[in-house]
């Protein structure tokens, strides 16, 4: 058995499609007001991608920013691990179409999907290949193209999502003072009828029914899920910050999943974190599911908040219902 190791991000990469699609323009198409948005999302604006565009792509452009900052190749990563509710199809996994794309040899891969919380548990499965010792550079991918399982004529749902990518990659710490310090994730089946695409899986295959029932888009109990969130992601950030004998305080930078301007206020005043260590970017991109997180973490370090050394504290809470936390020191 090898000696464990700790596991580091040591580069970031992300990309977002061109097309945006406003408030304005979501006020053309559906009973919504940009207020309306403003006041009980904070989003203003989300990027959407272009038919013909996959998740793939998307995630192929974050994965060679990442590669270019690294200063590696593709064939110099051991595993892909791509977190993702909207795959380019059920499968082949959208691992192996990155793995492809990229030209990566003798690299495997799988994808992830835990909704919202993908991007975090990816992350942490990746980082225990790390600490194991059997892998040196795993690339960690999230990726949603939420606009292909949105029906926009559906008010409630449509202003929400957006499309985009983040990658990192995961490499072992040379400094041991820095990287993935610990991580708490609990799943609550009870809640998978809040928010989840009843059909194209094994219960109800696609048929003219299923497609006349729209039952190929996201549904949502908002509320449910809302009040389900903003309860568990303060609880699970509270008990990981308290078993490692910290409180909010001593967080440089809190970097929240990106479902609603809300849920991320309300958990940041429960943890008695102060406004501008809490790195909020929904205004621009809305919530892009497994892609939210590295969004963030790249908004963190063009303004300036995010350097090497930052106690950082990563949340996430999503659809099954997922939720989880983790701790780490920013190495770069
Ligand atoms: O990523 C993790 C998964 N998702 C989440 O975390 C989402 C959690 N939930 C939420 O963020 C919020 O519940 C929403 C943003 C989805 C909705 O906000 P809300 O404050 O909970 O609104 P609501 O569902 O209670 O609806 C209030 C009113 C309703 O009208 P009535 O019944 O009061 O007349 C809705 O029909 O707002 C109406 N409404 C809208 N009005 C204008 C719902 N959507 C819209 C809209 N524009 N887009």
């Known amino acids: 058995m090898s000696q464990l190791l700790r596991a580091k991000i040591?580069?970031?990469?992300?990309?977002?499609?061109?097309?945006v699609l406003t408030n304005a323009d979501l006020e053309k198409m559906v009973d919504t007001t940009d207020q309306w948005i403003l006041d009980r999302t904070g989003i203003h604006e989300r990027h959407l991608a272009d038919k013909g565009v996959a998740s793939s792509d998307l995630g192929l452009?974050?994965?060679?920013?990442?590669?270019?900052?690294?200063?590696?190749?593709?064939?110099?990563?051991?595993?892909?691990?791509?977190?993702?509710?909207?795959?380019?199809?059920?499968?082949?996994?959208t691992a192996c179409l990155v793995q492809d794309k990229l030209g990566a040899k003798d690299v495997w891969g799988f994808d992830m999907n835990a909704a919202c919380s993908s991007f975090l548990y990816a992350l942490q499965v990746g980082s225990r290949f790390v600490v194991s010792g059997d892998h040196k550079k795993v690339l960690i991918i999230g990726v949603d193209i939420m606009s292909s399982i949105i029906?926009?004529?559906?008010?409630?749902?449509?202003?929400?999502?957006?499309?985009?990518?983040?990658?990192?990659?995961?490499?072992?710490?040379?400094?041991?003072?820095l990287g993935l310090i610990d991580f708490l994730h609990e799943v609550d089946g009870s809640g998978g009828c809040s928010l989840f695409m009843p059909?194209?899986?094994?219960?109800?295959?696609?048929?003219?029914e299923t497609v006349a029932h729209r039952m190929h888009y996201v549904h949502q109990d908002g509320q449910a899920v809302f009040k389900f969130a903003v309860r568990k992601m303060a609880e699970v950030c509270e008990r990981l910050l308290q078993r490692n004998g910290l409180t909010g305080k001593d967080i440089d930078v809190f970097i929240p999943h990106q479902a609603n301007r809300r849920i991320i206020t309300a958990t940041a005043d429960r943890l008695g974190m102060p406004?501008?260590?809490?790195?909020?970017?929904?205004?621009?991109?809305?919530?892009?599911?497994?892609a939210t997180l590295p969004l963030a973490m790249q908004t963190a370090r063009e303004e300036g908040?995010?350097?090497?050394?930052?106690?950082?504290?990563?949340?996430?809470?999503?659809?099954?219902?997922?939720?989880?936390?983790?701790?780490?020191?920013w190495a770069f």
């Open 10 to 19: 040591s580069a970031l990469g992300t990309y977002v499609p061109p097309r």
């Open 61 to 93: 452009e974050a994965a060679k920013k990442v590669l270019a900052q690294a200063g590696i190749g593709p064939s110099d990563l051991d595993a892909i691990i791509v977190a993702t509710v909207t795959p380019d199809m059920l499968f082949p996994c």
């Open 151 to 177: 029906d926009y004529t559906d008010r409630a749902t449509c202003v929400i999502f957006g499309d985009g990518a983040g990658a990192v990659l995961v490499e072992p710490a040379t400094d041991d003072s």
């Open 199 to 208: 059909a194209g899986g094994s219960l109800n295959p696609a048929t003219h």
């Open 275 to 290: 406004a501008d260590r809490v790195i909020i970017n929904i205004d621009r991109f809305g919530n892009t599911t497994s």
């Open 305 to 329: 908040k995010l350097k090497k050394g930052d106690m950082v504290l990563l949340a996430a809470v999503g659809a099954g219902f997922t939720v989880g936390a983790s701790l780490l020191r």
